[in-house]
């Protein structure tokens, strides 16, 4: 399977890349032996997410489904973003190659790593509302 000309956009032309300076919950998920890394910034107000921003390491796939998971993401609420699946980030891009599955999708994580540090920076425990934050499974494979 060849890339779709959506994610081959997406990986072009990212869209909300960056830092959000004082941002209010700023996650970081990925495994440095698979070489995908992301970090996501998220503005909230009264429980949406008003800014969100991503910084990448990792390779075409990884780029294009983290710009359009920020897409699916601003605007949401906080419970609305966290139904958002690395399933559905995915078929938004219109599917991506097997071989592409595993590690580049950090979407899901993320956007929990960063709202768990939100709720950490207001003394909630995140846990209760996040959920745990799981690792991608392959990458246990590659030690």
């Known amino acids: ?50 800014d969100i921003k991503f910084k990448t390491f990792g390779c075409g796939a990884a780029i294009a489904t983290s710009s359009v998971s920020t897409e699916m993401i601003k605007g949401k609420t906080i419970e609305e973003a966290l139904k958002i699946t690395n399933k559905q980030v995915i078929d938004q891009l219109g599917g991506l190659p097997p071989a592409k599955i595993h590690c580049s999708v950090l979407a899901e994580q993320a956007v929990k790593s960063a709202i768990a540090d939100y709720y950490r920076r207001q003394g909630i425990d995140p846990e209760p509302i996040v959920g745990e934050i799981g690792d991608c499974e392959a990458c246990h494979t590659h030690f």
């Not at 779709?4 to 959000?20: C, L, Q, S, W, Y």
């Not at 996650?27 to 998220?42: A, R, S, T, W």
């Open 1 to 50: 399977m060849a890339y779709t000309d959506k994610v081959m956009d997406h990986f072009a032309n990212p869209r909300n890349v960056g830092e959000i300076p004082d941002a209010d919950g700023i996650g970081e998920v990925g495994n440095p032996v698979c070489g995908d890394i992301m970090k996501m910034y998220l503005k909230i107000d009264n429980g949406v997410i008003t």
